[in-house]
Nanobody, 124 residues
Framework: QVQLVESGGGLVQAGGSLRLSCAAS????????MGWFRQAPGKEREFVAA????????YHADSVKDRFTISRDHAQNTVYLQMNSLTREDPAIYYC?????????????????WGQGTQVTVSS
Protein backbone atom coordinates (compact mmCIF):
# COMPACT_ATOMS: atom_id res chain seq x y z
CA GLN A 1 0.00 0.00 0.00
CA VAL A 2 2.98 2.28 0.50
CA GLN A 3 6.55 2.20 -0.73
CA LEU A 4 9.24 3.96 1.28
CA VAL A 5 12.63 5.02 -0.02
CA GLU A 6 15.22 6.61 2.26
CA SER A 7 17.97 8.90 1.07
CA GLY A 8 20.42 11.43 2.43
CA GLY A 9 22.76 9.15 4.32
CA GLY A 10 26.48 9.43 3.99
CA LEU A 11 29.72 10.25 5.75
CA VAL A 12 29.81 13.24 8.05
CA GLN A 13 32.28 14.47 10.63
CA ALA A 14 31.45 14.33 14.31
CA GLY A 15 29.54 17.43 15.26
CA GLY A 16 28.17 17.80 11.77
CA SER A 17 24.65 17.61 10.44
CA LEU A 18 22.75 15.46 8.01
CA ARG A 19 19.16 15.38 6.82
CA LEU A 20 17.57 12.10 5.90
CA SER A 21 14.55 11.92 3.63
CA CYS A 22 11.96 9.22 3.22
CA ALA A 23 9.80 9.45 0.14
CA ALA A 24 6.50 7.63 0.16
CA SER A 25 4.67 6.54 -2.95
CA UNK A 26 0.99 6.92 -3.61
CA UNK A 27 -1.50 9.10 -1.85
CA UNK A 28 -1.88 7.10 1.35
CA UNK A 29 1.02 8.76 3.14
CA UNK A 30 -1.19 10.85 5.38
CA UNK A 31 -2.93 7.76 6.76
CA UNK A 32 0.14 6.65 8.69
CA UNK A 33 2.13 7.81 11.60
CA MET A 34 5.75 7.59 10.55
CA GLY A 35 8.85 6.58 12.41
CA TRP A 36 12.60 6.52 12.09
CA PHE A 37 14.58 3.60 13.47
CA ARG A 38 18.24 2.76 13.32
CA GLN A 39 20.34 -0.35 13.60
CA ALA A 40 24.04 -0.34 14.34
CA PRO A 41 26.30 -3.36 13.86
CA GLY A 42 25.77 -5.90 16.61
CA LYS A 43 22.78 -4.07 18.03
CA GLU A 44 19.04 -4.42 17.79
CA ARG A 45 16.99 -2.00 15.78
CA GLU A 46 16.07 0.91 18.00
CA PHE A 47 13.54 3.68 17.94
CA VAL A 48 14.75 7.13 16.97
CA ALA A 49 11.72 9.32 16.37
CA ALA A 50 8.09 9.26 15.32
CA UNK A 51 5.54 11.71 14.02
CA UNK A 52 1.76 11.60 14.03
CA UNK A 53 -0.37 11.44 10.91
CA UNK A 54 -0.88 15.19 10.86
CA UNK A 55 2.61 16.06 12.01
CA UNK A 56 1.22 17.80 15.04
CA UNK A 57 2.91 15.52 17.53
CA UNK A 58 6.47 14.26 17.50
CA TYR A 59 8.39 11.91 19.71
CA HIS A 60 12.12 11.47 20.01
CA ALA A 61 14.23 8.93 21.82
CA ASP A 62 16.17 10.28 24.78
CA SER A 63 19.41 9.46 23.01
CA VAL A 64 18.64 11.91 20.20
CA LYS A 65 16.43 14.44 21.94
CA ASP A 66 17.45 18.04 21.20
CA ARG A 67 19.74 16.83 18.41
CA PHE A 68 17.42 15.11 15.93
CA THR A 69 14.12 16.43 14.64
CA ILE A 70 11.49 14.52 12.71
CA SER A 71 9.11 16.31 10.37
CA ARG A 72 6.86 15.55 7.43
CA ASP A 73 5.73 17.30 4.30
CA HIS A 74 2.38 16.00 3.11
CA ALA A 75 2.58 17.88 -0.17
CA GLN A 76 5.73 15.98 -1.08
CA ASN A 77 4.79 12.72 0.68
CA THR A 78 8.07 12.87 2.53
CA VAL A 79 9.21 12.47 6.11
CA TYR A 80 12.52 13.93 7.24
CA LEU A 81 14.99 13.39 10.01
CA GLN A 82 17.23 16.36 10.65
CA MET A 83 20.29 15.19 12.53
CA ASN A 84 22.53 17.72 14.22
CA SER A 85 25.57 17.34 16.46
CA LEU A 86 26.24 13.84 15.23
CA THR A 87 28.42 11.71 17.48
CA ARG A 88 30.26 8.44 17.19
CA GLU A 89 27.24 6.74 18.79
CA ASP A 90 24.99 7.64 15.86
CA PRO A 91 26.42 5.59 12.95
CA ALA A 92 23.88 3.05 11.80
CA ILE A 93 21.55 2.14 9.02
CA TYR A 94 18.55 4.39 9.37
CA TYR A 95 15.13 3.14 8.35
CA CYS A 96 11.86 4.93 7.96
CA UNK A 97 8.65 3.06 8.55
CA UNK A 98 4.90 3.47 8.42
CA UNK A 99 2.89 2.55 11.49
CA UNK A 100 0.04 0.17 10.74
CA UNK A 101 -0.81 -1.24 14.16
CA UNK A 102 -2.13 0.35 17.27
CA UNK A 103 -0.02 0.80 20.33
CA UNK A 104 3.23 2.48 21.15
CA UNK A 105 5.08 4.50 18.56
CA UNK A 106 8.49 3.37 19.72
CA UNK A 107 8.34 -0.37 18.98
CA UNK A 108 9.12 -1.99 15.67
CA UNK A 109 6.23 -4.46 15.77
CA UNK A 110 3.70 -1.68 15.22
CA UNK A 111 5.23 -0.70 11.87
CA UNK A 112 4.32 -2.68 8.79
CA UNK A 113 6.10 -0.88 5.95
CA TRP A 114 9.82 -0.28 5.90
CA GLY A 115 12.27 1.37 3.58
CA GLN A 116 15.54 -0.18 2.49
CA GLY A 117 17.59 1.94 4.86
CA THR A 118 20.29 4.53 4.37
CA GLN A 119 23.74 4.37 5.91
CA VAL A 120 24.99 7.09 8.22
CA THR A 121 28.69 7.11 9.04
CA VAL A 122 30.42 9.51 11.41
CA SER A 123 34.11 10.28 11.24
CA SER A 124 36.30 12.05 13.78
Amino acid sequence: QVQLVESGGGLVQAGGSLRLSCAASGNTFSRYSMGWFRQAPGKEREFVAAISTTGGNTYHADSVKDRFTISRDHAQNTVYLQMNSLTREDPAIYYCAAKVSGGSLDVTWNYGYWGQGTQVTVSS
